[in-house]
């Protein structure tokens, strides 16, 4: 990230800006994990990575076949109901070997709080089908489904999962299923071999490149690592590479990796690079410890790795102990409560006769934040092309706080009457504020041609824009 004083920032705009590719943004809704959009920060402008909320407890795994090493959790949002799919396990507490086979478990609710586990009669367990066991067969370990949104996916394969054999480097084998519930191996034999499979690996379809994408986990110099790879047809894979990082990431054993695409909710245009989220799983190898973190990539396999934890091994409670603080493979937005996301986490793995999964929230594009305290500082985004007549920010300012924005050209010279001072101060708490300016109307006829966007902020946090076209 760029610090400048304002005569650098003068400087700058003279000479290496001019060459810059105007960023496609469009409509699309643009958030500041990363450095994509901007150019230059001063002042006391920083980013801050932010913890979520802890809620409530929403499921405890206390039927038989479940127990206190159930883990894997995946959870999304299918229409009108949620689903949750998670290992089924015990442990002796003292020995910590397995004390029963392992399943794939499955729940469901209407509000994402409320989790409910059908008797499904699917599979057998001491005699009785009553359970809401969905899956005894291969990969019951790690068992990881998704909805799948190609929009060529034939009805048996509306959703899909990935998991791995028995043991570790057998590979991964795929599913495919109807309903979510009735499972079926597309292939008798794994699809993935190069890596090292026990852990939750995910994969889901991308839309923008037209292909499924696989993160793996595999082993590099001794230090757990991630690997991905593509496919057309969810059965044949290119051959896995591994995630790379900026120089200087320090080499941390990342156990899950919990990635999925940004929950895009505007218009997203083919030539706009999309983001990748990741919440991977930093494990401490001296003390089994875990925890999650923050990663964003907008090419899937190039990403940038926050060092703060999301949810601290110091969150509510029982999170300190052996693998006790997974995040979940989910990120959902709630009905009632479209101003946050739940994100969802376990604790009291290996502690009892069964361990528990929590939610937690983030404000709705609340991950990341550019913050500025009470000295005030300046954002200068890079030049881009936009489409709309209305520009909506997600932001807050705390006592005495605002945030002003200008419109300037791909030079960096002030569009009127979009000027700073011009600008009516955002002031409080918004996740989709409209700016506004003094005699500002008409920013449409802006939209073809490259701008950019000066922002000045004073103890306040800005954490997304977007622009939007009135009907």
Request: contains cysteine; aromatic residues 12%.
């Amino acid at each position: 990230m760029l610090h400048r004083s304002l005569p650098a920032l003068a400087l700058l705009f003279a000479s290496t800006l001019l060459a810059a590719e105007p960023v496609p943004l469009g409509r699309s809704l643009e958030v500041f994990v990363d450095d994509h959009l901007v150019e230059a920060m001063q002042g006391s402008v920083g980013r801050v990575v932010h913890e979520p909320q802890a809620q409530e407890v929403v499921l405890v795994t206390d039927k038989p076949w479940e127990g206190n090493t159930c883990a894997y959790y995946t959870v999304f949002q299918d229409g009108d109901r949620y689903r949750m799919y998670y290992r089924g396990s015990h442990a002796d507490e003292q020995t910590k070997k397995s004390q029963h086979p392992e399943v794939t478990c499955y729940a469901e609710s209407t509000d994402g709080i409320h989790w409910t586990k059908p008797e499904l009669g699917f599979c057998d367990w001491n005699g009785s089908t009553a359970n809401n066991i969905v899956w005894n067969g291969i990969g019951t370990h790690n068992f990881t489904p998704f909805k799948d949104a190609n929009p060529k996916a034939p009805p048996e394969s509306r959703y899909k999962a990935i998991a791995s054999g028995a043991g570790v480097g057998k590979g991964l084998y795929v599913f495919q299923s109807p309903d979510g519930l009735h499972w079926a191996l597309m292939s008798e034999k794994p699809v993935i071999t190069r890596g090292a499979f026990d852990s939750q690996n995910l994969a889901f379809w991308d839309p923008v490149s037209g292909k499924y994408r696989d993160y793996h986990r595999t082993f590099t110099n001794g230090v757990r690592a991630i690997m991905t790879c593509t496919s057309d047809d969810f059965v044949n894979w290119t051959e896995p590479v591994l995630l790379t990082y900026p120089e200087g990431t320090p080499d941390e054993h990342l156990y899950t990796n919990a990635i999925r695409l940004y929950p895009q909710r505007r218009q997203i245009y083919p030539t706009a690079p999309r983001l990748f989220l990741g919440f991977p799983t930093r494990y401490q190898p001296k003390t089994s410890q875990v925890e999650p973190i923050l990663m964003s990539s907008r090419d899937g396999q190039h990403f940038q790795r926050f060092d703060k934890a999301i949810i601290p091994i110091t969150a509510p409670s029982e999170r300190d102990g052996n693998r006790s603080n997974y995040m979940a493979n989910g990120l959902v937005t709630l009905p009632g409560r479209e101003g946050e996301w739940s994100v969802y986490a376990s604790e009291s793995y290996y502690d009892g006769p069964d361990s528990r999964l929590r939610r937690f929230s983030f404000r709705l594009d609340g991950l990341v934040s550019l913050r500025a305290d009470e000295q005030g500082g300046e954002v200068i985004t890079r030049p881009f092309h936009f489409e709309g007549d209305q520009l909506i920010l997600n932001y807050a300012t705390r006592k005495g706080g605002s945030i002003r924005v200008e419109l300037q050209t791909a030079e960096g010279k002030v569009i009127a009457p979009f000027d700073l001072e011009s600008c009516h101060p955002l002031e409080g708490d918004d996740t989709a504020a409209v700016v506004s300016w003094k005699l500002g109307d008409g920013l449409i006829r802006h939209s073809s041609e490259p701008v950019r966007l000066r922002f000045r902020l004073k103890d306040a946090d800005l954490y997304s824009l977007h622009f939007r076209l009135l009907e």
